[in-house]
């Protein structure tokens, strides 16, 4: 049965089907599942994994029992844990002390074991048994990630390859000349005592040993300066990608298991570059050391190639293990790092709650967990090293003891056991390197598919094409807007159908969770809905695309950030053109300019990290700002002005009146929704027209 680790926060169900399928038969990954089972954010419910199970020819028997008849369940099961998580039980056994150890397969860390008393404070007492029925299809659907597909086109690797191989080539032949030397100094040199013979040796073979250092110094420059660019290249691809991604993607992951996904990055690079390239010509010079070899003598060769399958079995063996060990490892790193992240983004709240120190504790426990980890997978490489070690010793002994005989039997001189023994030693190597580049490969297939989450997953569908935006009178049209964050879940929006004229300023009222914000962002493109449209004049957004939609909106969103930069900077968005009259324009507009002219630096004063520096009003009102600087013809404020004093929200208010603006206003202050041309509210996912417009607005 394959181990499955989550990739969303919410997909432990989902992983843990996909194991109980492979256990049966049936292979299959997460990208699949998550495709053919849309889930929310919230995760998944036991109704709806009986549901997938039963789409995925999955027999569901949902269950209620006791600690102790955990071994009469019919495994692989799933388990309830920690009443928010889905782990798949694997097996129930005991040890010679009489313990009850259970083997659990967590999406979260992957195989574990733990003894009845530490699963007593975890599991809920609810099972899902599963079992093939009739229309079970055993199949492997899991998708075939291929290194070409992460990479793409890079540009210059012909070249780059021709260079690099043609210079490692020349090294090789130094490398099968050197032992040469060594054989006819003992066989000839020693023995006739010829001092001139061994001058002219000498030199001549200094000069080698200087070409094939100018040699080895190149290729190594060559391989420095392709690797660098190889890998911005890749990097710079991939984050174009990341950026791309609709955010509903970056929603349902931790950001440090981002993180971790796009440093793959750099250990596949490592292994392709470094590693292939030097490995290259690892087979051929193999194949010349052991035609050397036997020409010397095939009883020694033999006794080398079988100490070379001895590793190569010994790497394999290890293979599986380690693998997994890594596995687990990048994973555990991925939740320390997320909360290690979210720790320095939340150090106010947890000052003010006086949290640091449980957030500390648990922080540590996750270090810790690294740690142990790596402890495991050290024991593993230690005991893997020693072995070779041991494969390598015994080898070098028996070639000691049988080549002696074969000395003393005449058969071999001196001066031929020792350039046998080099021989050998470049053979077993070389042979040792290219098993390693081998597993390496395939141990790529980890990092490949991390990093696959990321390249694979559909971009958001901006459909770029020339259009003229000024014929716009951005005039907005949603018809039987219905959406839910998943199948099953209840509907959010409901069969919505709004227009809202040009011009005209609405105000979106209701309750807390009502779905507001969720509207707004569907009006805005962030969202796809689940049925319905939206449409701008008449025109579906995702005919003109998206991009070129955007273009037309400004907004002030209630998680949106300031970047680490100038206040100018900020409000112009690191616009390259950015004109300092439209920056004060702006500003003076969203009534902040006077308070921007009284600090030091003025427009330049610097922005700390997330705005940390501003005050909540002073960063509302720079967002407005900003929203401003784009000249939109569309304006969508989520709670945009809930941090602002009286006074400054009327101003604000004044101004935006004053400009010919569609806007869009998620509010819950009096203020706001009394500046509102039109309120409408949101109630059971239905639009509810609170206060229609006066007809001298609509006009």
Known sequence: MQTVLQTESSECGLACLAMVASHYGRHTDLAELRRRFPISLKGVTLEQLMRHAASMQLAARPLR????????????????????????????????????????????????????????????????????????????????????DLTGHVLGLRRALVQILALALALEVFAIASPLFNQFVIDEVIVSGDQDLLKVLVCGFALLIVTQTAIGLARSWFL??????????????????????????????HLGDVVSRFGSIASIQGTLTS?????????????????????????????????????????WAFYQPLREASQERLILSAKESSHFLETIRAIMPLKLFGQEAERRVRWQNLKQDVINRDVKTQKLSILFKISSTTIFSVQGLALFYVGAELVMKNALTIGMLMAFSSYAGTFSSRLFSLVDLLVNLKMLSLHAERLADIVLEPVEALHEQETDLHRFDCSLTLKNIRFRYAEGEPWILNGIDLHIPAGQSLALVGPSGSGKTTLCKIILGLLAPSEGEVLIDNVPITQIGLRAYRQLVGTVMQDDVLLAGSLQDNIAFFDAR???????????????????????????????????????????????????????????????????????????????????????????????IDAAERVV???????????????????
């Not at 004044?654 to 603006?661: A, E, K």
């Open 65 to 148: 029992l006791e600690l102790d008849e955990l071994s009469k369940l019919q495994m692989p099961c799933i388990l309830h844990w920690n009443l928010n998580h889905f782990v798949v039980l694997k097996k129930v056994s005991k040890t010679w002390r009489g313990v009850t150890m259970v083997t659990l397969l967590d999406p979260a860390i992957g195989e574990t074991r733990l003894p009845l008393g530490v699963v007593s404070k975890h599991f809920t007492g609810v099972a899902m048994e599963l079992a093939p029925n009739a229309d079970f299809v055993v199949a492997d659907e899991r998708r075939k990630v291929a290194i070409r």
């Open 224 to 253: 420095m300066r392709w690797s660098m660019d190889i890998g911005l290249q890749w990097s710079v691809r991939i984050f174009a990608h990341l950026t791309r991604l609709p955010l509903s993607f970056f929603e349902k992951r």
């Open 275 to 315: 590693l292939f390239v030097e490995s290259a010509l690892d087979g051929l010079m193999a194949m010349l050391a052991l035609g050397m070899m036997f020409m010397y003598s095939p009883k020694l060769s033999f006794l080398v190639l079988a100490a070379v399958l001895l590793y190569a079995l010994l790497r």
């Open 578 to 672: 950015a004109e300092r009259d439209v920056v004060e324009r702006c500003a003076r507009q969203a009534a902040v300019h006077d308070e921007i002219a009284q600090m030091p630096m003025g427009y330049q004063t610097l922005v700390g990290d997330m705005g940390s520096s501003l005050s909540g009003g002073q960063k509302q009102r720079i967002l407005l700002a900003r929203a401003l600087y784009k000249q939109p013809r569309i304006l969508a404020l989520d709670e945009a002005t809930s941090h602002l004093d009286m006074n400054n929200e009327r101003k604000v208010n004044q101004v935006l009146s004053q400009l010919r603006l569609t806007r869009i206003m998620v509010a819950h202050r009096r203020e706001t």
């Open 681 to 699: 509210g949101l109630q059971a996912g239905k639009v509810v027209e609170l206060r229609p417009a006066q007809p001298q607005a609509a006009a």
